[in-house]
């Protein structure tokens, strides 16, 4: 399944960057706060790179992600996607695509379609990954969802599943994760795998 997603996503996001004036790519990518349009693809080209190279020390650190971005400053956005290509293409040969690479890329997606205003992404694309990690990260609740019921826990959540999706990575604030309808709201801190925002994020 990931060797999928990932695929997609990448090709996706090479279709949704290539030809970018530079105005568009200097952009900076709200859920990534110290990144540009250029450094997001940056950090894909250079996750995959160290990936395949089995450069790993620190992964995935932010000190790691920065010098994908610090290492690729002045590569024009073409060059990065034919990197990433050639890599994404080697990491596909692998025996087991890590999970954690393919949840990054479409994450990432979403975070470019909403900087250059493009539409969400599509929803075949994220539904069956929170199908899949709804009840790995959610030992204690179950959630309800237009997908159907996720996990058995104790504590029921009525959510959207976008925001649900988007709040495991980090793209939702702790005020908008307790603005959720839940039974008891005491897991909210448990639902990002990286931290919470301190500040809202719509898309």
Known sequence: M???????????????????SAEELA???PACPEWTVHQVVAHLSGEASDLVSGRMEGAPSDEWTARHVAERAGVPVPELL??????GDKI???????????????????????TLGRERLPDTAWQPTLVWLAPRRLKNVT???????LGDGPITLEVDGYELWRAFFGRRSRRQ???????????????????????????
């Open 92 to 114: 596909a040969e692998m025996e087991r695509m890590p999970f954690q690479l393919a949840m990054d890329a479409l994450t990432h997606e979403a975070d470019l379609r909403a």
């Open 2 to 20: 990931f060797e999928e997603i990932y695929r997609e996503a990448r090709q996706r996001i090479v279709g949704l960057t290539m030809g970018l």
């Open 27 to 29: 952009l900076t990518v």
């Open 177 to 203: 994760m307790e603005s959720w309808t839940w039974s008891d709201p005491s897991p909210v801190d448990d639902v990002p795998i990286f931290p919470a925002r301190q500040t809202d994020l719509t898309e």
């Open 82 to 87: 034919e990197q990433w290509n050639t890599f």
């Open 143 to 149: 959630a309800k969802t237009e997908l159907g019921v």
